[in-house]
């Protein structure tokens, strides 16, 4: 193209002379016919392969193309994982690139929305980083309502916290049966064993489940369930409860009154439990004084300095002995330096044992269940004993308290007004009737809830 430029320049200049030379009346509009070929010729032979560049940058057909494949950059990586035995979330998050800054002050957010309680082995959860393998996302699954999620913002890089929780929907439910082998196995057969351990705590003093529920005792139970998109989560709160054991009912059933208090009680009206605050124990015996109280003293016959966990009631010999509150006795016979001496297990987490005794009640027998007041035993002077008296003692969850202290801490609480327990009596019929009536729906493990049969 280089080599057509001076000759094209050089006929335009000799036609320019040659039309100097000539009429401008007829070669005018030839010249100008002429100037606009050559201009033509001259701008296509500009445009030849090789000089002209593309929207890519290619100037011909035997240039080489470079693909930029994107394919081959790093995508972010979602890794699903499991918490392991020993591992924390401080430990998962600083392996993962945060600093320990980082998850205090992570930890300071997670206040009031994460229980450390929640984070145990076996549960699932997600991290995510970056192309580059920078932290994103930690997403912790709790359980099957709710969902922790620790996230880093794109702007500001900062790491927040986020909860989603679905609500639970609260079903009521029913079962009955006869039990075929125990009621724990019964229970587990309809998928519902989480009802077995408030059902026992329900009747503790009333019922041995191992020595009196036999294949034959029947039973009924009202209880709520939470329930999570038709699928079943738990068993909640149980709304009544009936055993029949030997043609004798036993029965249970909620109630919560004008002022907010919730308790059980029998078919009569009558409350099945105390509080531990509230716990009732009357005196177990009649006696002249306290001989020896409560805490360290000089031992009467070895004369040293020791711990005395009980108090020492001195009595005359043959005194009944009285239970001070309905229980079971897990313990009857001779122990050591206590002599004959008797154990009784009550609701709340608390037992008494009466020490020293002369001979035991024949209707006190081990696994036995006595009530409240009645005789367990009589005073006596057998073991390490200097005379006749009641060594009395009280443990509250392992560990003894001052039995004196829980006698008088003990008030007797004021029973349901007669408007109260009229509203109490209508609320156990419509119990009743809830279970009587054959309609009431038993949740299953299928969408669907069917009758109870």
């Known amino acids: 193209m280089n080599t057509l430029k001076p000759f094209l320049t050089a006929a335009a200049v000799q036609l320019k002379e040659y039309?100097?030379?000539?009429?401008?009346?007829?070669?005018?509009?030839f010249s100008a016919a002429s100037l606009v070929m050559i201009f033509s010729i001259y701008t296509i032979l500009s445009s030849a392969p090789?000089?002209?560049i593309d929207e890519l940058g290619f100037t011909g057909d035997d240039d080489y193309v470079v693909i930029e494949d994107a394919s081959e950059?790093?995508?972010p990586s979602i890794d699903k994982k499991t918490v392991q035995s020993g591992q924390s979330l401080y430990t998962i998050l600083t392996s993962n690139g945060l600093t320990p800054a980082d998850v205090d002050a992570i930890a300071g957010q997670l206040k009031g929305s994460f229980s450390i309680r929640g984070f145990r082995p076996g549960q699932n959860y997600e991290i995510e980083k970056s192309g580059a393998g920078v932290f994103q996302r930690f997403t912790y699954f709790q359980d099957?309502?709710?969902?922790?999620?620790?996230?880093?913002?794109?702007e500001s890089g900062e790491l927040k916290v986020r909860r989603?929780?679905?609500?639970?929907?609260?079903?009521t439910a029913s079962i009955e049966g006869s039990v075929s082998e125990t009621l724990s196995s019964e229970l587990a057969r309809r998928e519902r064993s989480g009802l077995m351990r408030p059902v026992r705590k329900l009747f503790a003093g009333r019922l041995n489940f191992k020595r009196d529920i036999r294949p034959g005792s029947e039973f009924r139970l009202l209880f709520e369930e939470k329930w999570l998109d038709d699928e079943f989560v738990s068993t909640g709160k149980i709304i009544a409860a009936e055993i029949s054991v030997n043609k004798k009912h036993y029965t249970a059933y909620r109630y919560t009154d004008a002022k907010g208090k919730t308790g059980y009680y029998d078919e009569n009206g009558n409350a099945?439990?105390?509080s531990e605050r509230t716990a009732q124990f009357v005196q177990p015996c009649s006696y002249s004084r306290i001989s020896s109280g409560y805490g360290y003293r000089i031992h009467p016959i070895r004369r040293t300095r020791h711990f005395h966990g009980g108090v020492d009631m001195a009595a005359r010999s043959g005194t009944p002995v009285k239970a001070v509150a309905d229980g079971t006795v897990i313990f009857r016979g001779r122990k050591g330096g206590a002599g004959?001496?008797?154990?009784?297990k009550h609701p709340g987490g608390y037992h008494s044992q009466y020490l020293h005794l002369s001979r035991y009640s024949p209707k006190a027998g081990n696994g036995g269940r006595v009530r409240q007041g009645e005789i367990i035993g009589y005073v006596g002077?057998?073991?390490s004993s200097t005379g006749p008296h009641l060594d009395f003692r009280m443990i509250h969850n392992g560990k003894p308290v001052n039995p004196l202290a829980a006698l008088s801490a003990s008030q007797p609480e004021p029973g349901l007004s007669r408007r109260e327990k009229a509203n109490l009596l209508a609320e156990i019929s419509a119990m009743k009737s809830q279970l009587d009536n054959s309609r009431v729906l038993i949740a299953g493990t299928a969408k669907k809830q069917v009758p109870v049969m």
């Open 340 to 344: 004959n001496m008797v154990t009784l």
């Open 144 to 154: 099957r309502a709710v969902t922790i999620h620790i996230e880093r913002e794109n």
């Open 73 to 75: 950059i790093r995508k």
């Open 381 to 383: 002077s057998t073991g």
């Open 19 to 29: 039309l100097s030379r000539a009429g401008r009346s007829f070669w005018l509009p």
């Open 272 to 274: 099945l439990e105390a």
């Open 164 to 171: 989603d929780a679905k609500e639970y929907e609260n079903r």
């Open 50 to 52: 090789g000089t002209f």
